[in-house]
């Protein structure tokens, strides 16, 4: 699990280190863990060409120290110091005495033939877009062929929220200080920060903000069947959703549940003769939910429908004392009847998109944490937010960011895969909040192997789970 954390988290953990480590200790720790990650993004040091984007704060200082140990390893080093009354005092003078160059100019900085660009304009005191002298400088490093490295946070990023208000450092690297910052991970900045290496730096770190699954920990959230498992000992999970002139939904969201944990799947709707055609492993009725025989889940919505008959299923299914995944149609039925979940006692779990999100009623700003959490404290409801990273808010509290998937998950259909995976891990017993989280990480890892014989369709991130989960279990099995 990798914690992430707020920068007035950090800042707070820093504290102590700082009172009792000699000045410039920690920064020191800081710089020597960036330039060390820098020699092995580029291999080498000797007559490598670095610039520096030294803004005028610490994350500044955090650049020009590690410039000085890289010049003192024979790499020709360029500070471009934006505010050059304000650069780091110390850090400059050990630039200069390592022999680096100083300018003041974005012209003579040598962006046109770096090899590695360190941004060090800001990190977790940075506010808004960049300024125009470092957008400048950051849109002559994008230009140039240097590999964009962004020291602690990659400038013009919010480090609590991601959120970019005009121009940020779009780096291939991020390496951070002391803990994962959430806004590296999480909404634009997700994009920004690139590959995030993290250097220790010794804190005492509280609970952290958010929470980050690795592959460890879904494969320890989904262990193998034992040998007094039987179909239904590992889980079985209730669908309804499509319809018999659409059955792509229930067909996706049924081989979903299937192909992630194969206990038994009921499907139950009007959809019935495309899912048994299409899974002849799956109990269908085309009846009422209360038809389909026993299950440990629920799954509603995907391609449902929103009239009277689709919120007499949703309504049936709220009413029983299972847990419950709503989706799609049944997310609109939900705008118009928030009750239906607010007064339910067991685990529900919705799983908005942007527009299904603002139509439930809430606000989304750039802060896609912190609306998140905010929804499922009003509904009483785990809330799956999808996105380039998916945010999971429990009504505790309890935040999820996913790291898994690829852009070509944005494609018709892979949202009712989706529900598909985390109806059947919530069928096996887990949290709520967890079914979702470890359901995301999943549905990822499988959008990924798909990807990786060219571009996906639903059907495909499917048929992708059974590796998905091997991979993950045997990778630490
Ligand atoms: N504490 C420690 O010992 C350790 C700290 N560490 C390091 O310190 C970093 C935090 O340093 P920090 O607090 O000095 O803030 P920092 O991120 O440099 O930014 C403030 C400067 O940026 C400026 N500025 C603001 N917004 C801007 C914008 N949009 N566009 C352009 N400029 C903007 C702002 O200008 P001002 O508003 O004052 O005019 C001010 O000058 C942290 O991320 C880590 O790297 C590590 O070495 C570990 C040990
Ligand atoms: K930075």
């Known amino acids: 699990m ?36 820098c020699l092995r993004l580029v291999g080498r040091a000797v007559g490598v060409r670095v610039t520096l984007l030294v803004g005028a704060g610490d ?7 590690a410039g000085a140990a890289l010049a003192g390893r024979g790499a020709a080093v360029t500070a471009l110091l934006l505010d050059p009354g304000r650069a780091h005092a110390a850090g400059l003078a050990a630039l200069r005495r390592a022999g680096g160059r100083v300018v003041t100019d974005a012209a003579a900085a040598g962006l046109g033939r770096a090899d590695l660009v360190l941004d060090g304009i800001t990190g977790i005191g940075g506010r808004g877009g960049l300024r125009p002298a470092a957008a400048d400088a950051v849109a002559r490093a994008v230009a140039g062929p240097g590999l964009l490295v962004a020291v602690d946070v990659p400038s013009g990023v919010d480090a609590d929220t991601g959120a970019v208000e005009g121009e940020a450092f779009p780096a291939q690297h991020t390496v951070t200080f002391g803990a994962v910052k959430v806004g590296l991970v999480v909404g634009e900045g997700r994009g920004h920060a690139g590959v995030v290496h993290l250097v220790d730096l010794g804190l005492d770190l509280p609970a952290p903000a958010a929470r980050q699954l690795t592959d460890a920990d879904v494969a320890a959230l989904l262990p193998d069947p034992g040998a007094g498992d039987d179909k239904y000992s590992q ?8 319809s018999a002139t659409y059955p792509g939904a229930a067909v996706l969201c049924t081989g979903a549940a299937l192909r992630t944990r194969p206990g038994l799947v009921r ?11 299409a899974w002849p492993e799956a109990i269908v009725t085309d009846g009422r939910p209360a038809d389909a025989g026993r299950v440990q889940a629920w799954v509603v919505g995907p391609g449902g429908g929103t009239d009277d008959e689709a919120r007499s299923v949703l309504a049936e299914v709220l009413a029983t004392d299972l847990p419950v995944l709503v989706d799609a149609d049944a997310l609109t039925l939900v705008s118009r009847e928030p009750q239906l979940v607010r007064d339910r006692t067991a685990p529900t779990v919705l799983t908005p998109h942007d527009r299904e999100f603002t139509r439930l009623g809430f606000d989304l700003g750039a802060d896609r944490v912190g ?4 929804a499922a404290a009003a509904l009483g409801a785990t809330v799956l937010l999808k996105g380039d990273a998916t945010v999971v808010a429990d009504a505790d509290g309890t935040v999820f960011v996913n790291g898994t998937g690829t852009p070509w998950l944005a494609t018709a259909g892979t949202g009712d895969v989706l529900s598909g995976v985390v109806g059947a891990l919530l069928a096996t017993g887990l949290p709520a909040v967890e079914a979702a ?41």
């Open 59 to 65: 994350n500044g200082g955090d650049a020009l120290w």
């Open 2 to 37: 990798t914690g992430l954390y707020t920068a007035d988290q950090v800042r707070t953990a820093e504290e102590p280190v700082l009172a009792r480590t000699p000045g410039g200790a920690l920064m020191q720790r800081a710089a020597t863990g960036l330039a060390t990650a």
């Open 437 to 477: 989280a470890a359901g995301a990480h999943l549905h990822g890892r499988a959008g990924q192997l798909a990807a990786a014989a060219g571009p996906l369709i639903a059907s495909d991130v499917v048929a992708h789970l059974p590796a998905a989960v091997h991979r993950l279990t045997d990778r630490v099995r």
């Open 235 to 242: 889980g079985v999970v209730g669908v309804h959703a499509g």
């Open 371 to 374: 609306a998140a959490r905010a």
């Open 267 to 277: 499907y139950a709707g009007t959809a019935a003769d495309g899912v048994r055609a």
